[in-house]
């Protein structure tokens, strides 16, 4: 499964941005996709996940109520639309894929074989 994000960028805090990450290359889709952010000095964390074949979701408490997650289907892609962001938001956030869904507490780096390159948000 190739992976590719888009949308990072800076932004000051109290605004918005929305991440996208297409998926390719493979033969059966992904059940599981989620975002997961990394910031310099700091273990990877996940953010949100998704299960691609229904409408269940996950959140990190520290974004529930101000980010979600969503998918089109048709197009392969899922999106991570960020509101009121803080600056302990500024991390590198990168898309993520498994082949099987997991429960909320076991969403983890460990768990997923695919990974986009990156993308970088930046919240002054």
């Known amino acids: 499964v190739q992976l590719v994000e888009s949308g990072g960028g800076s932004v000051q805090a109290g605004g918005s941005l929305r991440l996208s990450c297409s998926a390719s290359?493979?033969?059966?889709?992904?059940?599981?996709m989620a975002w997961f952010r990394q910031a310099p000095g700091k273990e990877r964390e996940a953010v949100a996940s998704?299960?691609?074949?229904?409408?269940?979701?996950c959140y990190a408490d520290s974004v529930k109520g101000r980010f979600t997650i969503s998918q089109d289907r048709a197009k392969r892609t899922i999106y991570l639309q960020m509101d009121r962001l803080k600056p302990e938001d500024t991390a590198m956030y990168y898309c993520?894929?498994?082949?099987?869904?997991?429960?909320?507490?076991?969403?983890?780096?460990?768990?997923?074989?695919?990974w986009g390159q990156g993308t970088q948000v930046t919240v002054s």
């Open positions: 290359g493979y033969t059966f889709r992904p059940h599981n």
């Open positions: 993520a894929a498994a082949p099987h869904w997991s429960a909320c507490a076991e969403v983890k780096p460990s768990g997923f074989d695919s």
């Open positions: 998704i299960y691609t074949g229904g409408a269940g979701t």
